[in-house]
């Protein structure tokens, strides 16, 4: 199934250029079931991690979206903790889902995505470099302030910015063993993305992901 057809079935989104700060939540949609057994060996997709920035026109399938969301951040046991780790258990780490469709929300808990905008917002991500929009998929790891209470100022940057490390990792790894392209990304526009958050929060790095191009 594709992302595209199932959100063709839901209601209509406002637009976007607002913040959701104050705007009433949004649906949510339920993501399949990640796979959560099998794959590459974790040595072979160590051995084949690596950053590659040439990405195909060809979409991810909403159950290639769905493991990847879970290998980045889902939860992996009871108690609700996840497949990175995070400082003090804060698990501050938040990913916005940016497609051709729109930007989304993952909430680990429901392994669902909430829409925050119905429009390509690919283009915002930054704009030294044109890889967010020309990979059909692009994360991006912010940390959520509200989730570091007790933190002081220096904890809140340290541990932000540690946090997404493991998230971005999780990432290579997902897509070294899916044989998929990606690159971490630390030159993007924090002050215009930070306007996308639907909390108080510091967008840390965006990580594109689609099919490496056929040499
Ligand atoms: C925190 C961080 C930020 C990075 N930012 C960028 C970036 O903005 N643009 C880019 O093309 N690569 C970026 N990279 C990717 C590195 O250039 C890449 O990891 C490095 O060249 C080593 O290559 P490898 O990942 O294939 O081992 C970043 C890597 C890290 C860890």
Redesign the pocket.
């Known amino acids: 199934m594709s992302i595209a057809s199932v959100f063709a079935q839901e209601k209509a989104i406002p637009k976007g250029g607002q913040t959701l700060k104050n705007i009433e939540p949004q649906p949510y949609i339920e993501l399949p079931a990640p796979q959560r057994k099998g794959g590459m060996p974790l040595y072979e997709a160590l051995n084949m ?5 040439k990405f195909a026109e060809k979409p991810l399938s909403l159950q290639q979206i769905s493991d990847l969301l879970w290998c980045a951040n889902g939860v992996n046991r009871e108690d609700g903790k996840r497949t990175a780790p995070s400082a003090r258990n804060a698990r501050e780490i938040e990913i916005l889902v940016f497609l051709d469709k729109g930007v989304f929300l993952y909430i680990p808990e429901k392994h669902s995505l909430q829409m925050l905008f119905e429009e390509d917002m690919r283009g915002k991500v ?1 704009t ?2 044109d ?1 967010p929009e020309k990979a059909p998929v692009c994360l991006l790891f912010a940390a959520n302030r509200a989730k570091m209470d007790g933190f002081d100022e220096d904890a809140v940057r340290f541990y932000g910015c540690t946090d997404a ?1 493991y998230v ?1 990792q999780n990432v ?1 790894l997902y897509c070294a063993a899916n044989k998929l392209s990606t ?6 526009d924090r002050d215009a993305l930070r306007e996308v958050l639907p909390f108080d929060g510091d967008p840390v ?1 965006a990580q594109p992901i689609g099919y490496p191009v056929e040499k």
């Not at 690159?183 to 993007?188: E, N, R, T, W, Y």
């Open positions: 991690r690596q950053t590659n920035r930054s030294r470099s890889m490390g971005s290579y690159v971490v990304m630390g030159a993007i790095l």
